[in-house]
Structure formats: C-alpha cells, structure tokens
C-alpha cells in the first residue's frame, strides 16, 4: 500500500475498529499523523511564536489536526493489532498503567496521611514516604516501557494468515 492510499484508507475507515490493518497500512498512516504533528506544531510557532518554559502549549492548528487525526489513528492502531492476532482492547493497556499508578500515588498519600496522625514525629516519615515514591515512579516507568514496547513489538509483527 502507498502513502497516499494509507492515508486515504485511514480517514475513510476513520471509525472502524473492526476488520484488520496492514503493516504499510498503519505504519504509512501513524508516519502522515506524526509529521502533521510536527508540521503544524511548527506553523503554529511561526504564526503565534514560540512559548518559552512552562507557558509552552499546542496552538490551535496543532490541536485541531489532533482531534482530526484521534479517532482514526486508534482505529488503525486497533484493526493493526488484530492482523498481528491481537485483541484491539491490548491499545488500552497504557491506558490501565497510567490509572493503577494514579490510584497507587493516592492510596501512598492517603495512608501516609493516616500515619502522620498517628506518629509522634512526622517529619520521620518524609524519607520513607520520598523512597517508597522514587523507586514506585522507576518501576512504574519502567513497566510503561514494556507495554509500550510490547505494543510496538505487536505493531510491527507481520499479519496472521488466516487458517493457521
């Protein structure tokens, strides 16, 4: 499949999750996505100028090419993975990291909310409470890594000949 035919593909199928990708299908599709970011991140910069340190957000043509390029994208990403013999919902795992990490940083805070209670020194708890965090966020990180790297792994995996 061409650039121009995975494209067309891509925003003519922009909603359907059934079916199956191919890998020029996706990858020529995720290419045109990514460099639209890049191209019109930069048109944004050069029209309304560059923000500087924290002030930096997307501009609106950045943001409209996003809600474009969203749905279509997961779409592709989902009927790729089911030609490389995976279920689509595997897109959600990320997804289910990011909610367990959120959910275990505020479990953390909760409970050493609870022990600063308790403790005739609470500011004992500062270390344990800093340690616990740092070693969560690396293995939390490093947990991303491998789901991302799994769903790359699958991306890029040749399609399932039906029948085998």
Known sequence: MTFTDAVTTGFRKFAVFSGKAGR???WWFAIFVFAGYVLFDLLDGLIFGWPQGADRQLGIFGILFRLITIVPLVAATWRRL???GKSGWYLVLPLAVTVFTILGMLGGVFGFTMLERVVSDPSALY???ALIGT???AVVGLIYLA???LLVYWLMKPGVVPGE
């Open 24 to 26: 020029s299908e996706f």
């Open 82 to 84: 089911h030609d490389a």
């Open 127 to 129: 270390g344990p409470a």
């Open 135 to 137: 070693v969560g966020a």
């Open 147 to 149: 789901v991302l790297g």
